[in-house]
């Protein structure tokens, strides 16, 4: 099944661009993409070692990254999400949330995804039609069945 090699590669991916958060975890510098709307040399590192990883496996493919990837001038109606650093501001500051997040969209339908957190090493991965895992084992939603009794979190985008 073609979605196990998906899988696969978003896995190795992830696993390649957390190795490069990690290096660059005491060397990098800061810019602002925009007020308040941090990037470093690892979010652009991190975007190129997917890529690269994916591209090897799957050249036909297309691709949009957050860093300023999108390849979309193949015609094929795969195209790879990528988030290299899911939370920079996190990372600037040595607080120890942020991920890597990549998924795969067939005709714009998602089918693959993958987080991995390289603090933790604890990495999400889901395939439609069969749930999400963590650490391959299965999530299972909450018996939580009212808002009043459910632990929240919220994450404010750039700017709010």
């Given amino acids: 099944m073609r979605e196990t090699e998906y899988l696969q590669t978003a896995v190795e991916a992830a ?14 510098t800061v810019s602002e993409k925009s007020p308040a709307n941090l990037v470093t ?13 994916i591209r090897g496996n799957f050249p036909e493919h297309n691709f949009l990254g957050e860093e300023g990837l999108d390849r979309t001038d193949a ?3 795969y195209r790879w999400v990528i988030d290299p650093l899911d939370g920079t501001s996190n990372y600037v500051h040595g607080f120890p949330y942020y991920a890597v997040s990549i998924a795969l969209e067939h005709d714009g339908e998602l089918i693959v995804g993958v987080i991995l957190d ?10 439609r039609g069969r749930g999400a895992r963590l650490n391959d084992r299965p999530l299972r939603p909450s018996r939580v069945e009212t808002l009043d009794r459910a ?4 994450s404010l985008p750039v700017g709010a």
Avoid at 15 to 28: P, T
Avoid at 41 to 49: K, L
Wanted: charged content about 30%; aromatic content about 6%.
């Fill in 41 to 53: 040399e690892a979010d652009v590192a991190s975007e190129e070692a997917i890529h690269r990883h």
């Fill in 75 to 77: 015609a094929t109606a």
């Fill in 15 to 28: 696993r390649a661009a957390a190795d490069v958060l990690r290096d660059w975890s005491e060397r990098f």
């Fill in 118 to 127: 390289p603090t933790r090493d604890e990495l999400f991965t889901a395939v």
């Fill in 151 to 154: 632990m929240t979190v919220a």
